[in-house]
């Protein structure tokens, strides 16, 4: 094992070098997935392109690194691959895709990417950042007529689902916190630009419409003020939501804010007794149902990929991750799947404060994001996911190696 270690030592220059490449790599990834991934033609081609170098670059660095180690979250990952490829096979293998597959390969790949000894939490969320930064430049471009005028119902079906879209910015948008809180003293200009972007995300985000995009970043940013804040200063985090809903009435006057509102009041509505004022929540609710329903025919293992869409009588998806992965894969599917974002939780909350941070400023989005939609067939999540499993595995390594008194504060700056 030494000599095999010895042999493939890369030069610290190279692997300067190839951890810098990874991260272009990972920011070109997060900007072509809601740009490109769903389109045809060339565009899905270059998509593919960039995935499939992320790919091969990451797992070649990590196994030239000597990162790529027996951990709980990979095997987990991996059995659950297994669950899925049985319960297709026991129900219709003829339903058997690469989609659901390549998604765990994305998560192993980023996972070991962020489990790698130099991997930092700064710099892979500068590479979600400048992704997410490039893709609202390309998003403002296509839409800058509808921007200017704001006489638009949705934006962002010129690239994908909207919802999708949406996701897109607020996982950037989550990636920026970050950036503006992990460090004690950061340089104005910087807090400048990341702020500016930040608004950017949060702005085109609300564009699109999705309320689940919106409540994630409400979450996500509370979160970290919380996290910043001593407890004296708590109160703006009462006063806060109060000013919020004072401007309620003053944005509802732009129609294309007007169309983003009314699809929280048409929801409020909804659960206070008005069924007929939203029907996608009405459905969504009939879709989880529906899939619980469905898992107690086949506990175990489910009924295969796309079983939810196949027997449900919708067409589709079941538009969220539990009842999703309960009806096509099972007790056993489920578990397998959500495990390692348990014990990440874990390793997170006794690790250094900038990984607990990371952990909970991406947990709501990550959350909120499963009860929109299947997650295990979503790249951008894939990606993330991944990576929060292997940061907070990596921090747990690290802590263990480090006696309490010299652990790091939250604001330690993190070397580029």
Request: hydrophobic letters at 55%.
């Amino acid at each position: 094992m030494k000599m095999f270690a010895k042999l493939f030592d890369m030069p610290s220059k190279l692997k300067c070098f190839w951890r810098v490449s990874n991260l272009v790599l990972v920011a070109l990834f997060w900007f072509s997935v809601p740009s490109i991934s769903d389109r045809s033609g060339v565009y899905h081609i270059i998509s593919l392109l960039i995935i499939a170098l992320f790919l091969a670059s990451s797992l070649t660095y990590s196994f030239l690194n000597h990162d790529l180690r027996v951990k709980p979250a990979w095997i987990l990952m991996i059995i659950f691959g297994f669950v899925m490829l049985l319960s297709t096979l026991i129900n219709d293998p003829s339903r058997l895709n690469t989609t659901p597959f390549s998604m765990i390969l994305l998560f192993v790949a980023a996972y070991f990417l962020s489990l790698s000894k130099d991997a930092t939490v700064k710099n892979f969320c500068l590479a979600l950042f400048a992704g997410g930064f490039l893709f609202s430049i390309y998003f403002g471009v296509v839409y800058w007529n509808e921007i200017i005028h704001l006489e638009v119902d949705r934006l962002g079906d010129y690239f994908t689902n909207v919802n999708r879209v949406g996701d897109s910015f607020s996982l950037s948008f989550s990636a920026g916190l970050l950036l503006l809180f992990i460090e004690k003293r950061p340089k104005k200009w910087i807090v400048i630009l990341i702020s500016f972007g930040c608004l950017v995300f949060a702005f085109f985000s609300f564009l699109t419409g999705s309320k689940a995009v919106l409540l994630a970043e409400v979450g996500s940013l509370y979160i970290a003020l919380w996290m910043i804040f001593s407890a004296k200063n708590r109160i703006f985090l009462v006063v806060l939501p109060i000013l919020l809903i004072l401007c309620v009435p003053l944005l509802a006057n732009i129609p294309v804010l007007k169309s983003s509102l009314s699809r929280f009041t048409d929801m409020f509505a909804f659960f206070l007794g008005d069924f007929s004022s939203d029907p996608s929540t009405s459905a969504r609710i009939t879709m989880l149902a529906e899939g619980f329903y469905l898992f107690g025919q086949r506990p175990f293992f489910g009924y295969g990929v796309n079983g939810f869409a196949v027997l449900s009588g919708f067409g589709t998806y079941s538009h969220n991750t539990i009842s999703e992965l309960l009806c096509n894969f099972g007790f056993f599917g489920f578990v397998a799947y959500q495990t390692p974002l348990f014990l990440a939780f874990l390793h997170a909350k006794k690790g250094r404060n900038q990984h607990w941070l990371f952990f909970l400023i991406f947990i709501i989005p990550i959350l909120l994001l499963q009860l929109s939609f299947p997650v295990f067939i979503n790249k951008q999540y894939a990606l993330l996911f991944g990576a929060v499993c292997g940061f907070c595995d990596h921090n747990n390594e690290k802590e263990s190696a480090v006696p309490n008194s010299s652990r790091s504060t939250l604001f330690e700056t993190i070397d580029i």
